[in-house]
């Protein structure tokens, strides 16, 4: 009977001066001796939104709040590790005959001619990824600053496509009241400030009617950052991957009370299917993550009044239940 025998490590692959200068030229020093990833900005995956109710919106299957497990970092080395015992780095050069060194082709350890034409240097750029880490991670300890810089830049679902502009939110630092709708529409896409279409109108002349301004005492968002095509309703794995920016915004700005436009905007902050007849009228609590109970006011969205204007007496009661609370 024979032992298995175990197998050797592949020796870590030596390079010398002129292969190093050859391996320059050619663009492939990189693929060879690939360094450390820069985790300056890393790219934002989707993962578990950070709000208990938003957790139990409607819709969210356990299975869509985590889409994409966020790949194991890349191993890297130093170009000095490449000699000796160090790390190897990770080998993305094919062999193409047998060298004796693994990974570097023969035909650049034995050519004496000038050297190549560098064609491998796109594909190398391709291969050397940033880390991804998900949006929840990347927004918890953000500043505003940084989570509008995180939202513009978010990359985290299918709407990132078709955008002109994400749509972080707008308005007065410290906040009074947070105004969340639904999702920027045409206009908001093109401007990248919420409700400045016609519906925006509606909104700034409602709150102004209670003695509000944006400019002054509200702040207003979105649950989504970006322009659902067609101006459809958001999906839920959007939201899932949308919601921990506007608990972060929640946690930041720390408002008063949060007015939410429209049964869809109610519907997920609330976690809840009820019917926005049955939601309005009467004020919820937002317990937030960070142990805060946030009073939570619940009317039509704007957009809806355009549409039926005989509403507008009632969420004219919705702001003044809004208003007497403060
Ligand atoms: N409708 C919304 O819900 N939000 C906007 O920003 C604009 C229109």
Redesign the pocket.
């Known amino acids: 009977m024979t032992l298995p025998t175990a197998v050797p490590k592949p020796a870590a692959p030596r390079v010398n001066p002129l292969q190093r200068i050859w391996l320059r030229e050619i663009g492939m020093e990189r693929l060879w001796m690939r360094p450390a990833p820069a985790a300056a900005r890393p790219a934002v995956v989707p993962q578990v939104p950070v709000s208990k109710a938003v957790l139990e919106a409607p819709g969210l299957a356990p299975a869509v709040l985590s889409p994409n497990a966020a790949p194991a970092p890349v191993t890297s080395a130093a170009p000095e590790q490449v000699s000796g015992d160090a790390v190897a780095p990770q080998l993305v050069v094919p062999t193409e005959r047998a060298t004796g060194r693994p990974g570097i082709p023969a035909s650049i350890l034995t050519r004496t001619g000038p050297p190549p034409r560098p064609v491998a240097k796109a594909a190398a750029e391709e291969t050397a990824e940033a880390p991804r880490i998900s949006v929840a991670d990347a927004a918890k300890n953000a500043t505003l600053d940084e989570l509008r810089e995180q939202v513009v830049a978010c990359t985290a679902c299918g709407l990132c496509q078709g955008r002109r502009h994400a ?1 972080f939110g707008q308005g007065a630092t410290p906040t009074r009241w947070l105004v969340v ?5 045409e ?2 896409d093109r401007q990248g ?5 016609r ?2 109108q509606l909104l700034d002349a409602m709150l102004a009617a209670v003695g509000m301004s944006r400019d002054t005492d509200v702040f ?4 989504i950052k970006c322009r659902p095509p067609g101006n459809r309703n958001p999906k839920p794995e959007e939201i899932a991957s949308c919601s921990p920016y506007l608990m972060r915004q929640i946690a930041l700005l720390k408002p008063e009370r949060i007015l939410v ?2 049964r ?2 109610a519907q997920t902050l609330l976690g809840t299917d009820a019917t926005i007849g049955s939601l309005r009228g009467r004020v919820h609590q937002l317990k937030t993550d960070e142990g805060a109970q946030i009073p939570v006011i619940v009317s039509y ?3 809806y009044l355009l549409r039926s204007p005989s509403e507008k007496a009632r969420a004219w009661q919705d702001l003044k239940l809004a208003s007497r609370m403060v």
């Open positions: 749509v709708g639904e999702a920027p529409g206009q908001e400030h919420p409700f400045v279409g519906s925006g207003i968002t979105n649950v436009l429209g869809f905007a969205h704007p957009a």
